[in-house]
């Protein structure tokens, strides 16, 4: 019931494109949903993150798309660039965890000029 | 104001020996967190440190330990290291525990031979 699920594994996206990156979680008590981008050699960096009585935000180019009953939420990057090719990784918290993450497989994103 | 710091940055061990790996957080920041980060694997959580205490403990041997400072910098300690303890670990502050807002460092590649 800890896992959280990642989808794709590797995503490739035209320049100008859409690139949409889907995660489910089975843990009612989860309450917090960051996304995570990670460039070789770096830690991962906070994107944008989402609380569940939210069921979207948009922050410049990336939405986050949050559907509670299905226990689902998505990424999506409008308007991908080169510079977006990296690892996006989601994850999830509770409140009785501390700082605990529990984070998804990771998907690898290249956008091609 | 500087980022999460962590060294060294490499290291190479053979199988048996054990390894310290060290973490600053950002100035202000209390909790710190680690990571495990490998291909098979993804991002783990190993634990988290908050004033000097263990908060929570992610699904790993005992050879695997913690501690925190008073000035909150921490260490994680890996003894009789093996060949699957080769991957990068990473540490993560916040200013409180469960904290949402969480800054990984660069990470230490951690190579066991």
């Known amino acids: 019931q800890q896992q959280v699920k990642q989808s794709p594994q590797s995503l490739i996206v035209q320049k100008g494109g859409i690139s949409i990156i889907n995660c489910a979680y089975e843990?009612?008590?989860?309450?917090?949903f960051p996304w995570y981008q990670q460039f070789p050699g770096k830690g991962p960096a906070l994107l944008i993150a989402?609380?569940?009585?939210?069921s979207e935000k948009k922050e410049g180019r990336f939405t986050i798309s949050f559907n509670k009953s299905a226990k689902q939420f998505s990424l999506h990057i409008m308007d991908s660039q080169p510079g977006d090719s990296a690892t996006y990784f989601c994850?999830?918290?509770?409140?009785?965890?501390?700082?605990?993450?529990?984070f998804g497989e990771g998907t690898q994103l290249t956008v091609n000029p | 104001k500087a980022g999460v710091t962590q060294t060294p940055r490499y290291l190479i061990k053979t199988r048996g020996q054990q390894v310290t790996l060290s973490c600053s957080p950002i100035?202000?920041?209390?909790?710190v967190s680690w990571y495990q980060q490998t291909p098979g694997q993804g991002l783990q959580f190993l634990f988290e440190?908050?004033?000097?205490?263990?908060?929570n403990k992610g699904n790993f041997p005992g050879r695997f330990s913690g501690r925190q400072f008073s000035n909150s910098r921490s260490e994680m300690n890996v003894s009789t290291l093996e060949l699957g303890d080769s991957a990068l670990y990473l540490c993560?502050?916040?200013?409180?525990?469960?904290?949402?807002?969480?800054?990984f460092g660069p990470g230490t590649r951690l190579t066991v031979l």
């Open positions: 993560a502050s916040s200013l409180e525990s469960g904290d949402n807002e969480q800054f």
């Open positions: 843990n009612t008590a989860f309450d917090y």
């Open positions: 989402i609380r569940p009585d939210v």
């Open positions: 994850a999830a918290s509770m409140k009785t965890s501390g700082s605990r993450l529990t």
């Open positions: 100035s202000g920041h209390r909790s």
């Open positions: 440190y908050f004033s000097e205490t263990q908060r």
